[in-house]
C-alpha cells in the first residue's frame, strides 16, 4: 500500500485564505503517518515488545566483547554470539529486516573482515565495549571515529545498528531504506557504506528530530521509521521548496563531520602515547610484582603487547588458578590489567587497573568481578592506578550507588607519580603487600 503525501496531495498546497503555520507539509505528513495502522509508528516504535528487547541486546553485545577479549570468539559469523545478537536485532519486525545481511561472512571478497583478523576483531571488541561503557555524545562519536581509522572491510555505518540499542538518544538505526528517504526528505546525498556519510546524515536527522520533536521522540528509532517509510515508498516526502539549500545544508554537515574528523585524526598520536604509557604501567607492576615474591598474571589481551625488548607477558603466569578460573565473572577477572598471586596458596594478593585514558567505571567493574565472585577470594588489595590528576575521577565513580559495596572492599588509588618514584626502592628493599598498601591511598 501506497500512502501519498507529497505531491500532488492538494492539502501541502498553501491556500490564500490559511496561515502558513497550518501548511506545515512535513507535520501533516507525521501526524498521518503517527495514526498508520500499518506504519512504524505503529508497528515497531509503539510495539510493547520493543523496548524490553534493548536490555537483551545490550546483554548480547557485551558477551560478544567479552568472546573476542578472551579469544573464544572463533572464525565464523554461523554460531556466534554475534550471530545470537544480530538475530534478535533482525526480529525487530520491518525496520531491521535483513539486518543480518552485512554480517554473513563473505569468504570470496573476504568481508566483514573480523572473523579471521584478530586485529580487526580486537578494534570491533574494542569500539563496542567503549560505546557500551560510555555515555556522552562525544564518546560515542570518538568510538566511531577511532573504528573507522582501521578502515575494517566490510565493517561500516551497519554497525550503527548495534549503536542504537546502546545509545537510542545519540546514534539513529541504519539500512538503506533509511537513506533513501532522508535524501528523498531533505535533497542530500547521502552514500551507503561510509561512516563519515552516516555522521553527517545523523547531524540532519538530529536537526529535523528537533525541529518537530513534539510529534517526535527523544528516541531517534522515531524519525528512522519515519525515513524508512520514506524510503520504503509507503509515503512520499513533503515537497521541498529550495532544494539547491538542501543540498548546501548537507555539504555544510558532511564537511563539518570530516573536519571534526581530522581533528580527532590529530589527537591519534597523543592516543598513541596514551596506549604506551598504559603499557608501561603495566610492566613497572608486572616486575615490582615478581620482585616482591608473587607470581604475576598480565591482562590476557594485553600479554603479545611489546615492551623493555620482549612482551608483556613474559615470565608471567600462562593460566589462572582453577578456584578462580572458575569462580563467576573469570571472563572480566582475566582482563583485569595486573594480579599479584601469593605463590603458595594461588590466592589474588593484589589487583591492579590501570586507568590511564579509560573508562574507570569498566575497571571497578572488573575489580569487583574478582572481589564479589567467589567467597575463597577474600579482596586482599584493589587497587585503581592512574595519573595523578585523574584521582577526582576516580573518587566520582566510588561513590556511585552502583557501587555501594566498595566501601567494604577497601579499594585504593595508586597514582603514576608515586609508584613510579617509589617502585625501584620497593623492588630492592620491600618484600609483600606492605610496600604497595603503605603507598597507595584508601579512597572510601
Not at 520514506?230 to 513533503?238: D, M, N, V
Request: glycine share 8%; proline share 5%; charged share 25%.
Amino acid at each position: 500500500m501506497t500512502v501519498r503525501l507529497g505531491r500532488p496531495d492538494l492539502s501541502f498546497r498553501q491556500s490564500a485564505a490559511e496561515p502558513a503555520a497550518t501548511q506545515d507539509a512535513t507535520a501533516i505528513l507525521i501526524s498521518r503517518w503517527r495514526q498508520d495502522p500499518g506504519g512504524t509508528y505503529q508497528t515497531w516504535f509503539l510495539w510493547e515488545k520493543r523496548l524490553k528487547n534493548f536490555r537483551s541486546i545490550r546483554r548480547g553485545l557485551a558477551e560478544v566483547v567479552t568472546e573476542i577479549q578472551a579469544g573464544t570468539f572463533g572464525t565464523s559469523y554461523k554460531g556466534s554470539s554475534l550471530e545470537t545478537v544480530v538475530g534478535s536485532i533482525a526480529e525487530q519486525r520491518q525496520m531491521f529486516k535483513g539486518a543480518d545481511h552485512a554480517w554473513l561472512w563473505k569468504p570470496k571478497l573476504r568481508i566483514p573482515d573480523i572473523y579471521e583478523n584478530r586485529e580487526n576483531q580486537l578494534a570491533f571488541a574494542n569500539f563496542l565495549h567503549a560505546c557500551a561503557c560510555c555515555d556522552t555524545e562525544p564518546q560515542v562519536l570518538e568510538a566511531i571515529r577511532t573504528l573507522d581509522r582501521h578502515r575494517i572491510k566490510g565493517l561500516g555505518p551497519t554497525a550503527a545498528n548495534l549503536l542504537y540499542f546502546l545509545h537510542p538518544t545519540i546514534t539513529p538505526p541504519f539500512n538503506t531504506a533509511i537513506v533513501n528517504g532522508y535524501n528523498a526528505f531533505t535533497g542530500a546525498r547521502v552514500k551507503l557504506g561510509k561512516w563519515t556519510e552516516y555522521l553527517a546524515m545523523r547531524e540532519g536527522i538530529l536537526t529535523l528530530n528537533a525541529k518537530h520533536r513534539d510529534l517526535l521522540s527523544n528516541d531517534l528509532g522515531a524519525i528512522a521509521g519515519l525515513l524508512f517509510d520514506i524510503g520504503s515508498k509507503r509515503y512520499e516526502p513533503p515537497p521541498r521548496t529550495d532544494d539547491a539549500e538542501a543540498r548546501r545544508s548537507w555539504e555544510a554537515d558532511l564537511a563539518r563531520v570530516r573536519e571534526e574528523a581530522a581533528k580527532s585524526d590529530k589527537s591519534l598520536a597523543a592516543a598513541r602515547e596514551g596506549d604506551r604509557t598504559h603499557t608501561e604501567v603495566q610492566g613497572w607492576l608486572r616486575d615490582l610484582g615478581r620482585a616482591l615474591g608473587f607470581d604475576v598474571w598480565v591482562a590476557s589481551n594485553d600479554i603479545g603487547r611489546p615492551y623493555a625488548g620482549g612482551r608483556l607477558g613474559d615470565g608471567c603466569m600462562s593460566a589462572l588458578p582453577a578456584a578462580i578460573d572458575n569462580a563467576p565473572g573469570a571472563e572480566a577477572v582475566r582482563l583485569i590489567d595486573v594480579l599479584w598471586l601469593d605463590r603458595s596458596s594461588g590466592r589474588v594478593a593484589g589487583a591492579f587497573e590501570v586507568e590511564h585514558t579509560t573508562s574507570i567505571y569498566s575497571g571497578i567493574v572488573r575489580l569487583l568481578d574478582l572481589a564479589l565472585g567467589s567467597a575463597e577470594e577474600a579482596a586482599q588489595g584493589l587497587f585503581l592506578v592512574a595519573p595523578d590528576s585523574r584521582e577526582d575521577d576516580v573518587r566520582a565513580q566510588l561513590a556511585r550507588p552502583a557501587f555501594s559495596r566498595v566501601a567494604d572492599l577497601r579499594v585504593r588509588f595508586l597514582p603514576y607519580g608515586e609508584l613510579e618514584r617509589h617502585r625501584d626502592a620497593m623492588a630492592r628493599f620491600g618484600q609483600g603487600m606492605r610496600p604497595i598498601e603503605a603507598l597507595a591511598k584508601v579512597l572510601s
